[in-house]
């Protein structure tokens, strides 16, 4: 027979299995990026509107801050000054001496970083959200960085919940050799929104009306943890990069084929070995290789064609999160 006091300690052991204290203190402070790239208009929309009008993001005893982050590109509404203000957010560029002979987006990414970072530092923001579309048919996405993250899974579990039956689908970027460097990368919780289809310059209802849910949905969910809600665990099902495909070029390095008309628009649908992938001008089809199903994203994005990457290959499969409660609580 179990005594009481055994009784007690096992239950308290599965509390604490099940139980993963994993933010000592409660979330603070909350950046929202608009205009990392400044065609992207949705996010520059919405983080304009919240500047002048901030009700809706705020949330009792969270800062949250809404902030342009490549304000010349937004008023060119070109995606980059310089260089793509979303891939240097790494040492090297970072350390570099600030001086007027830098390019503009590494001047602004050492701006952003003092502003906002360092990671984990005393003063800086704990989850910054990077509001981005995509000329590719996705949907809502939400872009991880880090698949062991019990915090960013339950909060991603809680963003699909609550848009269903919506879709909304997890990209995650974790790669040993495809190093991103992101904007929102100085966060200890990085969060990249992506929606579309969108063209770059323009707006559409719709995909603002999603966004805005989105992000409406997150801060709910910080919202909720720092009231102390305990979060069970949960699962979620997410796509994992595994390599960028280029369209095939010719000898001048030139595009030889395009995206086939059977895989455009196909974002996060099976492709199997032998499923067309390109066609030629003279209409020869060439097919995908290897021996696995993948699914592809980003297919024909327009801001990816200078990047040499006509789509990416995914695989499928399932993420876990531990039960999480703010201790504070």
């Not at 509404?77 to 040492?91: G, H, K, P, V």
């Not at 995650?172 to 460097?181: G, V």
């Not at 999603?210 to 305990?230: P, S, T, V, Y």
Request: glycine residues 6%; aromatic residues 10%; proline residues 6%.
């Amino acid at each position: 027979m179990w005594t009481d006091s055994q009784r007690k300690s096992d239950k308290k052991l599965l509390g604490e299995m099940t139980s993963c204290h994993i933010a000592e203190e409660p979330i603070k402070k909350v950046a929202i990026f608009g205009g990392t790239h400044g065609n992207e208009l949705t996010g520059v929309f919405l983080v304009k509107h919240w500047l002048e009008n901030g009700a809706e993001i705020q949330r009792t005893g969270l800062e949250v801050k809404p902030f342009i982050t490549n304000p010349r590109a937004v008023k060119k509404c070109t995606r980059y000054i310089d260089c793509d203000l979303n891939r240097i957010f790494d040492l090297e560029n970072l350390g570099k001496k600030m001086s007027e002979d830098l390019p503009y987006e590494v001047r602004r990414a050492q701006e952003i970083y003092h502003l906002f970072g360092p990671k984990d530092g005393e003063d800086s923001y704990d989850i910054i959200f990077d509001l981005h579309n995509t000329t590719s048919n996705m949907g809502c996405t939400l872009i991880l960085e880090d698949s062991r993250n019990n915090f960013l899974i339950q909060m991603f579990h809680y963003i699909k919940t609550s848009l269903a039956p919506l879709p909304c689908y997890v990209y995650l970027i974790e790669h040993p050799s495809l190093k991103y460097a992101t904007t929102r990368s100085i966060a200890k919780y990085p969060v990249g929104i992506e929606v579309g289809p969108q063209p770059q310059g323009v707006l559409r209802a719709d995909i603002l009306d999603q966004m805005r849910k989105m992000i409406k949905h997150a801060l709910d969910f910080i919202h909720h943890f720092n009231e102390g809600k305990e979060f069970p665990p949960c699962a979620i099902e997410v796509y994992k990069i595994i390599e960028k495909v280029d369209y095939p070029r010719d000898e001048n390095g030139e595009i030889a084929a395009v995206i086939h008309p059977n895989l455009q628009d196909q974002d996060w649908k099976p492709l199997h070995p032998g499923d067309p992938m390109f066609l030629t001008l003279d209409g020869k089809t060439m097919p995908l290789g290897g021996d696995c199903i993948v699914y592809p994203v980003f297919v024909n994005e327009a801001a990816y064609y200078e990047k040499k990457e006509a789509f990416a290959k995914t695989t499928k499969l399932m993420l876990n999160a531990k039960s999480i409660r703010c201790s504070v609580h």
